[in-house]
């Protein structure tokens, strides 16, 4: 059987790109191979492999977890069932973030950490600091973090922070949200600035059941679901950020995290109720809808 054969038994079952990527992954070719080659012959150790995937993915599993792998922020990331697929609009955090640490280069003396909490993969820490390469001579303390309560997530990230030549760059630590890098004295967290990312989990309990299918059947509902209108694990970090003499001493804190636009809100208004001083910025993504912000707290 030809590239070409196997693409025209699926076609009605399956969307062509789908098809097109899993018999690439399984090839060990790209897509433009299986598109410049459909004459290339399939072996018969080859096939079952393939349908095998092509079955997985007519059942609903999530490309990114038949592949084991997803593009993000142009980096190619590992990913399996223990960690989120990565989002195109969680980019806007990294480049939220970066943003901050380029305007940092004006004073290269400061102190920075940067902590990005619920890491999952390690998409948005790694590509910060994959971004940051060529910079890290111009600070000169910059540090990155990455936390997460799965420790088979932390393996996943340590994984990808490894490929990406970055795994002596980036300290991954377990722990409850900030709580690892709190306690005074631990982690050198201090005196200058702290850059803390969380996508933590924001799906309230409706949206989470009208989730697609593929996520509800594949992705962990742990790194999705929060209870209290999906911001219960945004209430209990800033409770932590509030509560900390750590974060007081700091000169300076900004907090970035993601959401889902109908909550905007209520964010609006739970903000102010821990942090009364701060400067809040609210953010679209490209689809014009309400998904990131900005929290300077000193």
Request: proline share 5%.
């Amino acid at each position: 059987m030809t590239i070409k054969d196997l693409l025209q038994k699926y076609k009605c079952k399956l969307d062509a790109l789908d098809a097109e990527l899993i018999i690439a992954n399984s090839l060990a070719k790209s897509r433009e191979f299986v598109l410049t080659y459909p004459e290339n012959n399939i072996t018969d150790d080859q096939l079952p492999l393939i349908e095998k995937d092509i079955a997985r993915r007519i059942g609903g599993e999530p490309l990114a977890y038949i592949t084991g792998r997803r593009e993000f922020y142009g980096l190619d990331f590992k990913v399996n069932e223990h960690t989120l697929v990565p989002r195109p609009e969680t980019e806007m955090l990294v480049e939220d973030a970066l943003g901050l640490l380029r305007n940092a280069l004006r004073n290269k003396d400061e102190d920075i950490v940067v902590a990005d909490i619920g890491t999952g993969s390690g998409n948005i820490i790694v590509s910060i600091a994959k971004a940051m390469e060529d910079f890290k001579f111009e600070i000169s303390n910059l540090k990155f973090i990455g936390i997460d309560m799965s420790g088979d997530a932390l393996e996943v990230a340590r994984q990808n922070a490894k490929a990406h030549g970055l795994d002596k760059e980036i300290k991954f630590l377990h722990g409850n949200l900030l709580s690892p890098i709190l306690k005074p004295d631990i982690h050198n967290l201090g005196p200058g600035r702290l850059i803390i990312l969380a996508n933590l989990p924001y799906l309230s309990e409706d949206i989470y059941e009208s989730a697609p299918k593929d996520v509800i059947n594949f992705e962990p509902k742990t790194a999705l679901y929060s209870p209290e209108a999906g911001l219960k694990h945004y209430r209990e970090l800033f409770e932590q950020i509030k509560n900390s003499s750590v974060i007081r001493n700091l000169s300076s804190v900004t907090i970035l995290i993601e959401y889902s636009p109908e909550q905007k809100e209520l964010l609006e208004k739970i903000i102010p109720d821990f942090f009364p001083n701060a400067k809040s910025e609210f953010k679209q993504d490209l689809a014009e809808k309400w998904r990131t912000v900005k929290i300077n707290l000193i």
